[in-house]
């Protein structure tokens, strides 16, 4: 099953806070796992992104942390402001498929 | 334009009647991908299409939805004999060829079936 779980639905944070989501995958052939942000009323952007063979990747404030052998990944929001009040969907594919699999998305509240 | 367009924005229909909702991919992708989105969910992929391939249909929901594109241009989802739980946002994306993974999405067409 081509699964990917996401966690929290949701997240209030302080401004200056840490929001940390996480995500959980089934299919080890997956080799790519991008994160997108979705502003309301707009489309998905990609993020921020890492492959496997990478622990971890920063980009700013944001960083993925990858555990390949739990199957899981993170994404971590340094020093959270209002601005990025969004919501987050992790994702995942691999070389032989042509669509991402999307986790069902945490919605992100900084608070001023 | 610069990026994907969609239209229309919002459309209000009847349960049974059938809506077309359309893309205008970015300049130059070959790729075009349809996800529905139902409130509060995540994405859902409904179909792509790669250049003259046969379309990836596998994850239209049911014979009611079809999708056609012309060439490596515009691209329409047609939903035939609408129902109350077709109601959702439909956003399209595009992406280069050999790149397929970084999506870019417009806004979507809202669908509100009465």
């Known amino acids: 099953q081509q699964q990917v779980k996401q966690s929290p639905q949701s997240l209030i944070v302080q401004k200056g806070g840490i929001s940390i989501i996480n995500c959980a995958y089934e299919?080890?052939?997956?080799?790519?796992f991008p994160w997108y942000q979705q502003f309301p009323g707009k489309g998905p952007a990609l993020l921020i992104a890492?492959?496997?063979?990478?622990s971890e990747k920063k980009e700013g404030r944001f960083t993925i942390s990858f555990n390949k052998s739990a199957k899981q990944f993170s994404l971590h929001i340094m020093d959270s402001q209002p601005g990025d009040s969004a919501t987050y969907f992790c994702?995942?594919?691999?070389?032989?498929?042509?669509?991402?699999?999307f986790g069902g998305g945490t919605r992100l509240m900084v608070k001023p | 334009g610069a990026g994907v367009s969609q239209s229309p924005s919002n459309k209000v229909t009847e349960k049974g009647k059938d809506v077309e909702l359309r893309c205008d991919p970015i300049?130059?992708?070959?790729?075009l991908y349809w996800y529905r989105q139902r409130l509060g969910q995540g994405l859902e992929f409904l179909i792509y299409?790669?250049?003259?391939?046969?379309?990836?249909k596998s994850g239209l929901p049911s014979d009611r939805f079809s999708a056609e594109r012309t060439g490596e241009s515009v691209s329409t989802l047609t939903i035939q004999r609408t129902q109350q739980e077709d109601s959702a946002v439909y956003l399209c994306?595009?992406?280069?060829?050999?790149?397929?993974?970084?999506?870019?999405f417009g806004e979507g067409s809202r669908l509100t079936v009465l």
């Open positions: 890492i492959r496997p063979d990478v």
């Open positions: 994702a995942a594919t691999y070389n032989a498929g042509n669509m991402l699999t």
């Open positions: 299409f790669q250049g003259n391939s046969a379309p990836d």
């Open positions: 300049s130059g992708h070959t790729a």
């Open positions: 299919n080890t052939a997956f080799d790519y």
């Open positions: 994306a595009s992406s280069l060829a050999g790149r397929g993974r970084e999506l870019f």
